[in-house]
């Protein structure tokens, strides 16, 4: 019997409500296993929740730009008070250049405020490999080798009709790149077509 997990604890840093409440449904719809013990607005109540409840905290959701402040002074805080806490900032790096260079080796990674539920599971997955999956998805999706989050997206994307020339195109990859993880993929699953993949993605329930 597989032991059930302990949702991912998320603290979302963000002080326009309705962001907040986009993120919290991308975390929802992305049946992810994760719980948001924590909202702050500013930076003021970002570092008194981290004084109180960091110890708790497994995941930061942080905007770089806060009323009084920005996103280096809570993380800063989150160092000293959740140390083992991974940090995704929510910023369009295309547009905030600067944003990247400020923050460059502090935080695990970036995402944009506008990020949708699978793109949000993928980014997620690679910083807490399978423990981001609910308990139900994380037992059907357990196979013999473990698929990379690169490699589930892919899967994703096969499995909503796109080919590979438009999922090289949607992630910024040479066709050639895609028909090679593809491959990797059938060899992982055992399986030896796209329609079998497609049944796969199903049945493990990575899309609905």
Same mark, same amino acid.
């Given at each position: 019997?597989?032991?059930?997990?302990?949702?991912?604890?998320?603290?979302?840093?963000? &002080?326009?409500?309705?962001?907040?409440? #986009?993120?919290?449904?991308?975390?929802n719809y992305s049946d992810m296993n994760s719980?948001?013990?924590?909202e702050a607005d500013d930076v003021r109540s970002a570092k008194t929740f981290l004084e109180e409840h960091g110890d708790e905290v497994e995941l930061i959701l942080l905007d770089y730009y806060l009323p009084d402040g920005n996103g280096v002074d809570v993380i800063r805080h989150a160092r000293k008070f959740s140390p083992k806490a991974?940090?995704?900032?929510?910023? &369009?790096?295309?547009k905030n250049p600067e944003v990247v260079l400020r923050t460059q080796g502090l935080? &695990? #990674?970036f995402? #944009?405020?506008?990020?949708?539920? &699978?793109?949000l599971k993928a980014k997620l997955s690679t910083l807490f490999g399978d423990h981001c999956y609910d308990e139900e998805k994380q037992y059907r999706i357990q196979v013999k080798t473990e698929l990379s989050?690169?490699?589930?997206e892919i899967i994703q994307l096969c499995a909503n009709g796109m080919s590979a020339q438009q999922i090289a195109d949607r992630l910024g990859l040479s066709r050639r790149t895609v028909e090679v993880h593809k491959s990797h993929i059938f060899e992982k699953l055992d399986i030896k077509t796209t329609a079998n993949l497609v049944k796969y993605a199903y049945d493990a329930g990575l899309v609905k």
């Open positions: 019997m597989m032991m059930k997990r302990q949702p991912i604890k998320v603290l979302l840093v963000e &002080d326009h409500p309705l962001y907040r409440m #986009g993120i919290r449904l991308s975390l719980i948001v013990v924590g991974k940090i995704v900032l929510l910023s &369009d790096v295309s935080v &695990d #990674g995402m #944009g405020k506008d990020v949708e539920s &699978d793109a989050a690169r490699e589930i």
